[in-house]
């Protein structure tokens, strides 16, 4: 039975359906956003031992070049000289955590790159059916896109034949790309002497990164990305923040702290996103770059989360926004043409320049009040606090104007105006214009918070 004789004979369960469904249209702004931009992805050799995990990679980076993201790929070997290193009998060395390369030491990272990068290419190749990579033809390009030196001697030690990068060719990597190819780049290169170097996989993939003016610089790392103190997934930061972070004790996972230098060097120089990605999680590079919330830890020069007033470009996206919760009647029904007349009364906050979260306030003059309205944030950001940095908003919008009183009309959220300082209160108390609108039918409970003035905060 071919595929097309399989599609047709089999469907799916109404929930699954459903839900692949809302997944493609969620993911569909991304796919728009990111076609035609550069990723460079970073990764190690270990990867590769893993022959799951090294299928998994050559999938979804076919997907994500199918999708038309320009790739390029930094490979690095580490778990691979040290094996050639130790079946040549040979011992490593390093200094501050980076190898000291002798010349014998320089004859094993030479073979393990070499055969790193004939594994790879093998792996971006693969066209079998019945796999993710049916049918597709990656090709896969490389060259002396890097131009070393060497490191040399640092604290009294010399590194011989470590180098660092001199320059990047990026015209070369950027011609590859415009030509839809997957560019592969090894972290072996040679100086303009003519002497080869080993460089570091993280230096190599930021330089390249910044050179090629990349939409975003991933490394692929053995732990979920950068934790807090308590050991949870820190899922976005400044490169000021992660700096500091960077100072902390305890100190992050190996490959975090090897990495975390370099991204935010190259957020800093002008990459717009750097990701850590765990390397272990199956589906990781898609659900971090096509989902709202992502998986791993994205760096940025400027903060993700964005509050801004609303204006009448944004009326689309906030319908779409305040919808599912007027079908489900925790908010009033609004259509476009009230969303159109009220815009000016929004206050909206962005992730990553997507909208996802919404208030409003209605100023009731005579009465010395406003009301809050329409107070809406996505279900996978409402752990994030961006609730109160709404009502906090609003609420010094409404002090600057000299009101004395907020009120919110709620039938789903009682305990969480009660939580922040809002009292019970009823709809005879209600300004006289918004009393003779209040739907006894849906009978939302009414709450009242009163506002100190502006000059004795």
């Known amino acids: 039975m071919s595929p097309l004789d399989m599609q047709t004979s089999i469907k799916?369960?109404?929930?699954?359906?459903?839900?692949?469904?809302?997944?493609?249209?969620?993911?569909?702004?991304?796919?728009?956003?990111?076609?035609?931009?550069t990723f460079v992805?970073?990764?190690?050799?270990?990867?590769?031992?893993n022959s799951q995990q090294a299928q998994s990679l050559a999938y979804d980076c076919n997907l994500l070049a199918a999708l038309g993201i320009r790739l390029v790929l930094v490979h690095g070997a580490r778990a691979q000289i040290d094996a050639e290193m130790a079946r040549r009998g040979l011992a490593s060395h390093f200094?501050?955590?980076?190898?000291?390369?002798?010349?014998?030491?320089?004859?094993?990272?030479?073979?393990?790159?070499?055969?790193?990068?004939?594994?790879l290419e093998a792996l971006l190749s693969q066209g079998l059916p019945n796999t993710p990579m049916a049918g597709a033809h990656m090709r896969v390009t490389g060259g002396n896109f890097i131009t070393a030196r060497p490191l040399g001697v640092i604290d009294g030690v010399d590194h011989q034949y470590t180098g660092t990068v001199r320059k990047i060719i990026a015209e070369e990597i950027r011609a590859d790309l415009e030509q839809e190819n997957v560019v592969l780049i090894s972290t072996l290169a040679a100086s303009p002497a003519g002497d080869l170097f080993n460089l570091s996989l993280e230096e190599v993939a930021g330089a390249v990164a910044v050179a090629?003016?990349?939409?975003k610089l991933i490394f692929l790392c053995d732990a979920p990305g950068l934790a807090d103190a308590q050991g949870t997934l820190i899922h976005s930061l400044t490169a000021s923040e992660?700096?500091?972070?960077?100072?902390?004790?305890?100190?992050?996972?190996?490959?975090?702290?090897?990495?975390?230098?370099?991204?935010?060097?190259a957020v800093r120089k002008g990459v717009p996103r750097a990701h850590l990605i765990d390397q272990n999680a199956d589906g990781a590079l898609l659900l971090e770059f096509f989902t709202r919330a992502?998986?791993?830890?994205?760096?940025?020069?400027?903060?993700?989360?964005?509050?801004?007033?609303?204006?009448?470009?944004?009326i689309g996206a906030l319908s779409a926004l305040i919808a599912p919760m007027a079908a489900d009647g925790t908010l009033v029904r609004r259509n476009r043409d009230l969303l159109e007349q009220e815009i000016d009364r929004f206050t909206l906050i962005e992730?990553?320049?997507?909208?996802?979260?919404?208030?409003?306030?209605?100023?009731?003059?005579?009465?010395?009040?406003?009301?809050?309205?329409?107070?809406?944030?996505?279900?996978?950001?409402?752990?994030?606090?961006?609730?109160?940095?709404l009502l906090a908003r609003l609420e010094a919008q409404a002090r600057e104007r000299g009101f004395q009183h907020l009120f919110v009309l709620t039938t789903r959220t009682a305990h969480w105006f009660l939580e922040r300082g809002f009292t019970p209160s009823s709809p005879e108390r209600l300004p006289q214009q918004k009393r003779e609108l209040?739907?006894?039918?849906?009978?939302?409970?009414?709450?009242?918070?009163?506002?100190?003035?502006?000059?004795?905060r």
């Open 294 to 314: 992502g998986v791993g830890t994205m760096l940025s020069r400027e903060p993700l989360f964005c509050l801004r007033q609303a204006s009448a470009e944004d």
């Open 12 to 37: 799916l369960p109404q929930d699954e359906a459903d839900k692949f469904v809302a997944w493609v249209r969620a993911a569909a702004p991304y796919i728009h956003a990111f076609s035609g931009r």
């Open 242 to 265: 992660a700096e500091t972070r960077l100072r902390e004790t305890p100190p992050p996972a190996d490959s975090i702290a090897r990495c975390l230098p370099h991204a935010i060097d």
């Open 438 to 456: 209040y739907n006894y039918q849906r009978r939302s409970k009414v709450f009242v918070k009163t506002l100190a003035p502006v000059d004795a």
């Open 95 to 119: 200094h501050n955590n980076v190898r000291i390369t002798d010349a014998a030491a320089l004859e094993c990272v030479k073979a393990a790159t070499g055969t790193v990068r004939i594994e």
């Open 351 to 389: 992730h990553d320049g997507v909208l996802i979260g919404c208030a409003a306030l209605y100023p009731f003059s005579d009465d010395n009040a406003a009301e809050l309205a329409c107070l809406a944030v996505t279900p996978e950001h409402r752990r994030a606090g961006l609730g109160e940095q």
């Open 212 to 215: 090629v003016r990349a939409e």
């Open 41 to 49: 992805i970073a990764f190690g050799g270990e990867l590769l031992a």
